[in-house]
């Protein structure tokens, strides 16, 4: 609530705090009572499951994760890799990855 519309919205990936609210919004699916926003969300963890780097928060969170351990990986293949190396990843990519494939695991059409 407290956060200026330009820090929330920002363009770069490592620009103000873009991607925070769907962060979010993924962390606490499980409150979720809305039929509609839970399906939306579904089809965004479908989006950054093929796509990690379409997830700024994961981006920055995961960048040197992706490049120490994923590097000649197709995108569609960074989170199987990332959890073949998660014993090795950095806390906070760690915890990105874990938000990710709870989410990732519960729809059966990935």
Do not use: W
Request: hydrophobic share 35%; charged share 25%.
């Amino acid at each position: 609530d407290s956060l200026p519309v330009e820090e929330l919205f920002a363009t770069g990936a490592a620009e103000g705090r873009s991607g925070l609210v769907l962060h979010c919004l993924k962390k606490n699916y499980q409150r979720l009572t809305k039929t509609p926003c839970k399906q939306e969300i579904q089809h965004v963890v479908r989006v950054h499951t093929l796509d990690p780097t379409s997830d700024p928060v994961f981006r920055r969170r995961c960048s040197k994760d992706m490049s120490r351990h994923c590097v000649n990986v197709a995108p569609e293949m960074t989170h199987f890799c990332l959890r073949n190396h998660i014993a090795n990843l950095t806390k906070d990519c760690r915890q990105a990855e874990v938000i990710q494939g709870k989410l990732a695991s519960g729809d059966i059409t990935m």
